[in-house]
């Protein structure tokens, strides 16, 4: 038995109406947190990684360059009007967009950063596994290789491998 979805969830219905109505209470800050935090529905969007990392460092970043405004607007009576002015000065947006920037950024490095680490790590576990191979077939000889041709019994063909007549030998068992 398959349940058919049919639209939202009760969940889903119920966040939507508590958001709407925080909004509709709170519309002072919603217009100043939504146009301050375009970067981050912006870096949320073009993520197309599956863990949307760029996001939360972009939104993290992109809410402590709104902090201050924010906490301008709920100090000098938190109304539309305020809000709008706020909004309107120059340095307002830029100290905004220029902290999200710096989450662009901090996006980048670490992620070249990590990519740097993982190239290093993994070639220096290929060479620690072909030294391991070469003293494995020092040791046990080119068979562990898997590499010799086998005849039809599974012995291999080649005679420098079973040390001459041995192969032959262990054949004709």
């Known amino acids: 038995m398959t349940k058919k979805k049919r639209g939202m969830s009760i969940q889903v219905r119920a966040i939507l109406i508590f958001s709407l109505i925080c909004g509709l209470i709170f519309m002072p800050t919603m ?3 939504i146009i301050g935090m375009l970067p981050t529905l912006t870096a949320v969007f073009i993520d197309r990684s599956s863990e949307k990392t760029r996001g939360v ?5 992109n809410l402590a360059g709104c902090m201050p405004f924010l906490l301008q607007l709920w100090g000098g009576g938190n109304t539309l009007d305020h ?8 340095r307002t947006i830029i100290v ?4 999200a920037s ?6 980048w490095a670490v992620s070249g950063l990590v990519a740097t680490i993982m190239v290093q790590t993994s070639g220096t576990r290929l060479q ?3 030294k391991r191979r070469t003293d494995l077939i020092a040791r046990w000889g080119r068979e562990v ?3 010799l041709p086998l005849d039809s019994q599974g012995f291999p063909l080649d005679q420098d491998a079973e040390g001459g007549n041995a192969g032959k030998a262990a054949r004709a068992r």
Do not use: E, H, Q, S
Not at 83 to 90: E, G, K, N, R, S
Not at 96 to 99: K, L, S
């Open 31 to 33: 217009v100043l947190v």
């Open 57 to 61: 460092t972009v939104g993290a970043l």
């Open 83 to 90: 809000a709008f002015t706020i909004i309107t000065d120059p």
């Open 96 to 99: 905004m967009y220029c902290a």
């Open 102 to 107: 710096v989450g662009y950024i901090v996006d």
């Open 128 to 130: 620690n596994m072909a």
């Open 145 to 147: 290789t898997g590499d």
